[in-house]
């Protein structure tokens, strides 16, 4: 999970506290992927915007850091993303895609294509 310790939710009234205190003295999730090393990483946060925030801050990315898939040009929805590769080397894809909860997506037909690109940059 990309939080940790707390999320802004109607019953959550420390949600910013918590969330404060993790940005400060909590960031591990770079520290997480440099541990595992991982050559592929998905995250579905969705687009919505408390995610996206917090996914841009996380890993420095940029609107120009998110980019359309072939066969699926819904950015929303799918989106390839540029990583830095100094800070994570072993990556060599990630993507961010729609929470699996999300609603009115042809889910297989998007993983398909998520999967496809996956084995491409794997080969």
């Avoid at 687009?47 to 841009?56: D, G, H, M």
């Avoid at 609107?63 to 929303?76: A, E, G, Q, V």
């Avoid at 990583?83 to 080397?89: G, K, L, N, R």
Wanted: glycine content about 2%; hydrophobic content about 40%.
């Amino acid at each position: 999970d990309i939080v940790k310790l707390g999320r802004n939710i109607k019953w959550n009234d420390k949600g910013s506290v918590l969330m404060d205190i993790e940005d400060r003295l909590f960031d591990v999730i770079k520290d997480e992927i440099s541990i595992i090393c991982p050559h592929i990483i998905v995250f579905f946060t969705g687009p919505t915007t408390f995610w996206e925030n917090k996914l841009q801050k996380k890993f420095s990315l940029s609107n120009n850091d998110y980019h359309s898939l072939d066969r699926w040009n819904n950015i929303r929805q799918v989106a390839q993303l540029s990583i830095e590769t100094s800070s994570f080397p072993t990556v060599k894809v990630a993507f961010r895609l729609s929470h699996p909860c999300a609603r009115n997506i042809k889910r297989k037909n998007l993983y398909t294509v998520v999967a496809d690109r996956i084995v491409t940059s794997l080969n």
